[in-house]
């Protein structure tokens, strides 16, 4: 009776199997497994180191180590031989014994950047995989890639540590610093070993929540299900994985579905300029005639208050701003117009403030809620999520969400103008420069700064020093003999003083401001509202996370200039400015080598803007380092973890 029902099962399986083959060929791939030899080269994988004995995930046995039996199979190890062959009749008695009491002997396979290939046990492989078996028991080797700089090997060395720790071949990322973020998201510190119950409970609720993503089509996706589950933890606590039905949890996973989405792609959607006029919306603008348009109530959330901060300060200029725009003034008044509202929120602080103040500003009526401290993209994510008809945006730079999108200045042209100023009013070649934090986009802004001084004084080197390290880093330049230095950028447009910006030390020691760059938050915020307004925020239909990025062109940042500097300098920093506003200039756009001497550029091409958002590394004539976030001081560290430039650091 058993061996009858083995053999109803085989002819399942071959018509399976037929199927699978028939599916690959349609879209030019191989209709068999792979082959070690030929994915890792024949030197690598005659070369490996025995791990033991593993439970294996079923789905990621995905091949042979040599070619001898891969007809055999489909790429799912499903039987690809007619029911008379001497294989079936092997396939037939192995399932009848899994029928009856088990399939027990382990099979010997090799791992290779997490996949294996099997070396003996092919048959258990496909009997198993048939009946959908979540893990086979194996004995595994594993062959060691060769070294590599790509982000792909590093990962696999993190793997290794996190195999260390957990025995479990479960998940397997391709991008350093996911398996810290997923320890921390489960709540193991990295590096420490996980026990019995750990290892059980993540496999249990990791395979609950694949099921459930692969059911809502997850495997069309080019995301795989432990990349999912990072965004999913993102926004749900892991905990709760395990006590959530199956109906909230497709719930949940649907409404997270967009970010998910945003991951098949390597990077953010990088709008370097305001949508054009172009891309308006027609029949939005002929509603705004008919109709009078979209009515917006804009919130403003701070993690600081105005008068602690001068960083909530700027934005508090940029909200007043976006009211002079929209509103009318009578008599000295300032009227809000009906099309557009705005009210601010301050003092979110705290994760459970931020997340409660949030979702005040969206119970009373927020249509557009802008975040505008970074520390504020995770709680923004949360409830963007919950309410995915209001528009979230976050003051941050290169953050992988499509329902929240981002913006920041591009820093880097301005620091491009302070630069050649710097180089200009130093006497002895020695520039000092303070930066705030290792970040995205910080590198950028200091080889602009640097290029620029090399621009009006070939021998100018820059001294950095870091605001988010212990000491006093303008008081250290000072001492060390340095008389220019560039400090913070201010983000308040009406407040030019030594505290921001480049200045210079006169005779007598006084600190004499020279320029800085400024942030004109109303200019950006007034664009985002007009683009709402005319229908092209939802003029781009990709799936992809948007980051806006511009620059001085359109206004959001600018160069203000005092009366101390010198008249043939100011004439040099509005050239440059206008070279940068009409593209005539690209500060990177010129032979450049790095401190190691590493040629970044031969002078025949420029960078893009993921290239220079990713930057991570310094000009020849910048003294100093990128620190590393175990350097930073412990106010620094979070927004550091958050937006660091060696993500890998720590989750």
């Not at 579905?257 to 990077?267: G, L, S, T």
């Not at 027609?282 to 979209?294: D, K, N, T, Y």
């Not at 006169?506 to 229908?535: D, M």
């Not at 990713?614 to 620094?636: F, K, Q, Y």
């Amino acid at each position: 009776m058993i061996r009858t029902e083995a053999l109803e099962e085989y002819a399942k399986a071959l018509k399976l199997g037929l199927k699978e083959a028939r599916e690959c060929q349609a879209k030019n791939l191989s209709p068999n497994p792979e082959v070690l030899h030929q994915v890792a080269g024949e030197l690598a994988a005659d070369s490996s180191i025995r791990i033991g004995l593993a439970d294996i995930p079923a789905h990621r046995i995905v091949g042979t180590k040599t070619a001898g039996r891969i007809s055999a199979f489909s790429p799912s190890f499903l039987p690809l031989l007619g029911r008379d062959t001497e294989f079936a009749m092997k396939w037939v008695d192995l399932c009848a014994a899994h029928l009856t009491e088990g399939i027990r002997e382990p099979i010997v396979c090799y791992e290779y950047y997490g996949n294996f290939y099997v070396q003996e046990g092919n048959k258990r492989v496909s009997v198993l995989r048939y009946f959908e078996a979540p893990r086979i028991c194996g004995i595994v080797h594993r062959v060691m890639p060769a070294p590599s700089e790509e982000p792909r090997y590093k990962a696999y060395l993190e793997f290794i540590d996190f195999y260390k720790c957990t025995a479990m071949y479960d998940v397997q990322f391709t991008v350093p610093g996911c398996y810290a973020r997923l320890c921390s998201a489960v709540g193991i510190p990295w590096g420490e070993k996980w026990t019995t119950d750990d290892v059980r409970r993540f496999r249990a609720y990791f395979q609950y929540f694949r099921e459930a993503f692969i059911a809502l089509g997850g495997e069309a996706l080019t995301v795989s299900p432990e990349n999912a589950l990072l965004v999913y933890l993102e926004v749900y606590d892991f905990a709760d994985l395990g006590k959530v039905s199956s109906a909230e949890l497709r719930d949940r996973l649907q409404k997270t579905w967009k970010n998910i989405e945003a991951r098949a792609f390597q990077k953010p959607a990088v709008k370097t300029e305001p949508p054009a006029a172009s891309s308006v919306n027609p029949a939005r603008l002929l509603s705004q005639m008919i109709v009078g348009g979209e009515r917006l109530n804009v919130a403003f959330v701070h993690n600081r208050t105005a008068a602690a901060s001068p960083w909530t300060r700027g934005h508090e200029a940029g909200r007043m701003h976006l009211e002079n725009v929209f509103g009318q003034n009578i008599a000295g008044q300032n009227l809000v117009s009906q099309k557009v509202t705005c009210r601010s929120y301050f003092c979110a602080d705290t994760p459970g403030e931020s997340e409660a103040i949030l979702a005040k500003a969206v119970d009373e009526g927020a249509d557009v809620i802008f975040a505008t401290s970074p520390l504020l993209i995770g709680p923004s994510l949360k409830l963007s999520v919950q309410y995915p008809k209001v528009r979230f945006l976050n003051c941050s730079l290169d953050m992988p969400y499509s329902t929240v999108r981002t913006y920041y200045p591009r820093v880097y042209e301005a620091k491009f103008i302070t630069g050649a100023i710097a180089g200009a009013m130093a006497r002895n070649n020695r520039i000092g420069y303070v930066g705030t934090y290792p970040i995205h986009g910080e590198p950028a802004a200091i080889n602009a700064f640097a290029l620029g001084a090399q621009l009006t004084n070939p021998r100018a080197k820059i001294e950095l020093k870091w605001s988010c390290l212990k000491g006093n880093p303008t008081k250290e330049l000072f001492s060390s003999g340095i008389r220019v230095i560039s400090n913070r950028d201010t983000p308040d447009e009406d407040r030019i003083y030594t505290d921001f910006g480049t200045y210079f030390y006169n005779e007598e020691g006084k600190a004499v401001a020279l320029g800085s760059p400024v942030w004109k938050w109303g200019k950006l915020y007034e664009q985002v509202i007009r683009a709402i307004l005319n229908g092209s925020w939802d003029s781009d239909k990709s799936k992809q996370a948007v980051n806006y990025w511009w620059g001085i062109k359109s206004g959001v940042i600018d160069v203000a200039l005092t009366d101390s500097l010198p008249a043939g300098v100011r004439y040099l920093a509005e050239m440059l400015r206008t070279g940068l506003i009409e593209g005539r200039i690209d500060p990177f756009h010129r032979p450049i080598r790095d401190q190691n001497g590493v040629l970044r550029n031969d002078g025949t091409h420029t960078f893009t803007p993921d290239e220079l958002i990713a930057m991570d590394w310094l000009a020849d004539n910048v003294v100093g380092h990128i620190p590393t976030l175990d350097e930073v001081i412990p106010a620094s560290k979070a927004t550091v973890r958050l937006l660091g430039v060696f993500q890998e650091d720590g989750p």
